[in-house]
């Protein structure tokens, strides 16, 4: 018996975080027992916990987030530890972790310091003291605008990167606390060189410097506990130097240029720093780190038709390049980067007004080089002025993004959704630079809230999360407050009384604390966001009141199904749903999730005034959007799954059989954007659609996730039509490659394929629920949740047996139900749970009665069949008549009066369904 993973408020050993709350989480592996039969929680100064500074025991200590009844003093250092009894009596101790805190409340004796008015360079600040005696620890406490990189003795401080991050500056300011106890001699120089980042450089839509402000400005406080019981600190103040640092200009936006030659013909003069203040407070760090994560190595050199060098990572990622520099004095290297080759040759003009360039002018030195204070995002790296020969050793990629656990995996055996599963998830580490964005490679970066809620829960699957949202929530709570409810659609929002208010992006409000809550089951973070959820829903029914309460949210300039095909044209940022009903349908949803957040914190008054809110909504939409007879008037793909996810309808069943019909109708091509995409297939999984949803998931024509795999995609695409069949861009205005909202399907594979769903928060208790498929073959998925890790694994055999494997973590419970399986629907506790069945239905089958016949029309056998049954349908399919491509045996039926007899389309079903697909050897 093992307990792993203990976490400080869903992080390992945090340093100079804000701590409201003190909570520990844990997980417990290798054991015999099933189930905590009590737990302990100790808390000590000391590692070896010779004095107990608090000790808290019981039969139900959360394992996801007990809360610590204790009082935390400023840049203290606590010892924790965990010990578990199982229901079998065998005990286990974790190895101690930490938690230090930061100044808290304790006063600053650094002051901001700046430039000189008229100071046009990049600043280094450094100061030089001396330690007087023998060190214990040093802690420095900083933060610099816009970013700052800090180094003691020549050596950088941390290995964080972009710090101190993205805030809403004019409200706060992080600063951060690293330990600098190994970096310290006796005589000693500390400097901190800074840039603009998001604070004065380019950022925003309109993409305007300084938004925030227009000096550069640093605080710093270092101090050194010595072993004598002193203390000493250097503060910043106008005792501090700085002069001009190599580099001459940076941009999130537009790149860095380093150029080791700006002072040769030029002194560079040492001033005298300047005391000033800020707009902001100080508070302490939110940001989870951002750092080098992963390298990718360079591919492949092309030598492009251009006659350009360009060097493909074979992946498209965010982060920057490295490289030894051992160029000769004066040769200038220019980096270029962008998603796509055009034509053969280099291309990045879908990043508008974004420069996205490194530029890197050598004196001679050797180096390690890298940018310090741009990231971009590309998959190809243009290179000008390499003097020699270049090998694709000598430069290396990083990926950079905020340090979040993996905790999701799947593969299966289809090769394409195994390239969307790593898509995703591409696409998520790319976008999730210390904020969610929406992209990482244009003029925008910025934290569009429509992407990060669809998202939300495939993220969640994908990597722990907690700690991410919890920094963006926070930074969304900031720009509510300023717009007296409104969660905006996007931060930040440079003028006030410009923020977008719209359905699906505001309701992230609501979605994004709900989530959270099933997947990490933390009730005092719930208690945290509620007040964010009541604001946004309160909003939306103060603006209804004000113009005669309706219930509904049709007003305001809505989003809607953002990029949907279905619009004016394909190109059309609208989409053809009504984006009132979208709105009205999540307004009763948000207002539904306060009205249960509401109960889980106690709340019971709030909870039913709530419930009598949501009733209300309900029935305004089934006045205001259905007929008397209970047809949805909204005669769209999205509008149908968005009643369906809504779960707002007069009869159920005939809101699915009017998707079925609009799906005929549409030919079985994908319609939705932002509204609709995200959820299509697991709206379909959970509505007896099961066959729907993998022909849209599978679906290799245009649109579809399949057809941007076949396409060559390595992330998500904003439109569905990116990039055309030929390879070329369908536009430059708004066309990234690198947008993840659509990827949101993936939860459709973890939460349906693999059939896992929460039923308690957490994962305490889980529904499992596989959908099996004969195209996939195979479903491996593990998710390793706050209690410990979910496996499930199901696979057809060549005999058309199944085989499936569960397992169920640590003091979990879960609900199994397997599919076509006569046996019972059984409740499991934890360890691993093996089923080996013959299925009452034949998974193999290549077809059903739904089966297109364009999906036959590569397979010889089945048109052996058609051209033997029925020559008239070999007729119309070989003719290229596109309407029978879109038929099925269930459809055809009704074409009786074109001569299609009852007997032939029987004996076709009967052929054709028969057909059996053979099982890949792999799976054995």
């Known amino acids: 018996m093992k307990i792993t993973d203990v976490k400080i408020n869903g992080m390992k050993n945090p340093v100079g975080y804000s701590v409201d709350s003190v909570r520990v989480s844990w997980k417990v592996t290798d054991s015999q027992g099933i189930a905590q039969k009590s737990a302990e929680i100790e808390v000590s100064l000391d590692q070896e916990f010779k004095e107990i500074l608090y000790k808290k025991n019981s039969a139900d200590l959360n394992q996801t987030g007990e809360v610590l009844e204790m009082k935390t003093e400023p840049r203290t250092r606590y010892f924790v530890r965990v010990k578990v009894t199982d229901n079998l009596d065998e005990t286990a101790v974790s190895e101690p972790i930490s938690f230090e805190t930061a100044k808290m409340q304790e006063s600053w004796q650094a002051k901001w310091i700046t430039t000189e008015p008229e100071y046009k360079y990049h600043p280094v600040f450094f100061k030089e003291f001396e330690a007087e005696k023998e060190i214990q620890a040093a802690r420095l406490y900083i933060s610099g605008l816009g970013l700052f990189q800090a180094e003691l003795n020549g050596r950088k401080v941390g290995d964080e990167v972009l710090t101190p991050y993205y805030s809403d500056y004019h409200e706060e300011e992080q600063y951060l606390t690293f330990d600098v106890t190994d970096l310290l001699a006796k005589e000693n120089s500390l400097s901190v060189s800074l840039g603009n980042g998001w604070y004065k450089g380019k950022f925003g839509l309109a993409g305007m410097a300084e938004n925030f402000g227009s000096r550069f400005l640093l605080i710093a406080e270092l101090h050194i506990s010595y072993a004598d019981g002193t203390e000493q600190v250097i503060g910043t103040d106008n005792t501090w130097n700085y002069q001009g640092s190599d580099i001459e200009d940076d941009s999130i936006y537009d790149g860095e240029i380093i150029n080791h030659l700006l002072w040769e013909k030029e002194e560079n003069k040492v001033y005298q720093a300047v005391e000033t203040t800020v707009e902001g407070k100080l508070t302490e760090r939110y940001s989870l780190p951002v750092r080098e994560m992963e390298d990718m190595p360079v591919k492949e050199i092309i030598h492009t038709p251009a006659g350009e060098t360009v060097l493909d990572f074979g992946q498209n990622f965010a982060g920057y390049i490295t490289f030894a520099n051992h160029q000769k004095k004066g040769t200038k290297l220019v980096f270029d980067f962008g998603e796509i080759l055009q034509h053969g040759n280099f291309y990045n003009e879908n990043y508008r007004s974004a420069k996205s360039q490194f530029v890197y002018i050598s ?271 909204i005669d769209s793909q999205t509008g149908y799954i968005t009643a369906l996810y809504a779960g707002v309808y007069k009869e159920k069943q005939q809101v699915i059989e009017g998707l079925k019909g609009r799906l005929f109708k549409d030919c079985y091509k994908l319609k939705g954007g932002f509204a609709g995409a995200p959820i299509m297939c697991k709206v379909m999984a959970e509505n007896g659609m099961e066959e729907e949803a993998f022909y849209f998931l599978m679906q290799e024509d245009y649109p579809g996730w399949m057809h941007c795999v076949e396409l060559g995609a390595t992330t998500i695409w904003e439109r569905w039509n990116s990039v055309l069949d030929n390879g070329l861009l369908s536009g430059t205005m708004m066309n990234s490659l690198n947008h993840y909202a659509y990827g949101a399907v993936v939860e459709y594979l973890y939460r349906d394929v693999a059939g896992l769903k929460a039923l308690e928060p957490g994962f305490k208790k889980a529904l499992i629920t596989p959908i099996m498929n004969g195209k996939m073959g195979y479903m491996k998925m593990s998710y390793d949740s706050i209690y410990g890790t979910y496996r499930i694994e199901w696979k057809i055999r060549r005999d058309g047996s199944v085989h499936v494997e569960i397992e169920v973590p640590f003091n979990c419970t879960a609900v199994i139900g397997l599919p076509f399986y006569d046996g019972e629907v059984e409740e499991v506790s934890a360890g691993v749970h093996i089923y080996d069945y013959q299925p009452t239905e034949d998974l193999r089958h290549r077809y059903t009665r739904k089966t297109l016949f364009k999906d036959m029309m590569k397979d010889e056998k089945a048109m052996a069949i058609i051209e033997r049954v029925s020559p008239m349908l070999m007729h119309f399919l070989s003719t290229g008549n596109e309407d029978y491509f879109f038929e099925s045996l269930d459809t055809i039926k009704r074409l009786t009066f074109m001569g299609f007899r009852p007997e032939e389309i029987d004996q076709l079903s009967r052929e054709l369904t028969g057909l059996v697909k053979d099982m890949e050897d792999e799976q054995e």
Not at 394 to 416: Q, R
Not at 554 to 559: A, P, S
Not at 583 to 591: E, F, I, K, Q, R
């Open 363 to 633: 004196d001679g030195r050797e180096e390690l080089v890298r940018p310090t204070f741009a990231f971009f995002g590309f998959r190809y790296v243009r290179v000008t002025g390499w003097d020699g020969e270049l090998r694709k050793t000598d430069i290396l990629g990083k990926a950079v993004y905020s340090d979040m656990e993996i905790t999701g995996k799947i593969e299966t055996g289809h090769a394409g959704v195994n390239r969307l599963f790593l898509n995703a998830m591409w696409g998520q580490k790319s976008n999730s630079i210390d904020f969610p964005t929406d992209c990482p490679q244009r003029d925008e970066r910025l934290g569009w809230c429509g992407d990060a809620q669809v998202f939300a829960r495939t993220a969640s699957y994908n990597m722990n999360t907690a700690a991410f949202y919890h920094k963006f929530l926070h930074d969304l709570r900031i720009a509510q407050k300023k717009a007296n409810g409104i969660l905006p659609g996007v931060i930040p929002v440079f003028a006030p009384g410009t923020e977008i208010a719209s359905s699906i992006w505001s309701d992230i409000a609501t979605f994004l604390p709900d989530a959270l809550y099933e997947y990490y089951g933390d009730k005092t973070a719930l208690a945290e966001y509620f007040p964010m959820m009541k604001d946004w829903v309160d909003w939306i029914t103060e603006q209804d009141k004000a113009r005669g309460q309706k219930y509904l949210y049709d007003f305001g300039n809505q989003l809607g199904d953002w990029l949907a095909l279905d619009g004016r044209t394909e190109q059309s940022m609208e989409g053809g749903t009504d984006e009132y009903f979208i709105g009205s349908c999540y307004y009763s949803m948000s207002v539904k999730k306060v009205a249960r957040a509401a109960e889980i914190l106690g709340y019971k008054d709030l909870a039913a005034e709530y419930e009598e809110l949501y009733s209300r909504i309900y029935q305004a939409i089934l006045r205001e959007y259905f007929t008397e007879s209970g047809r949805l008037a």
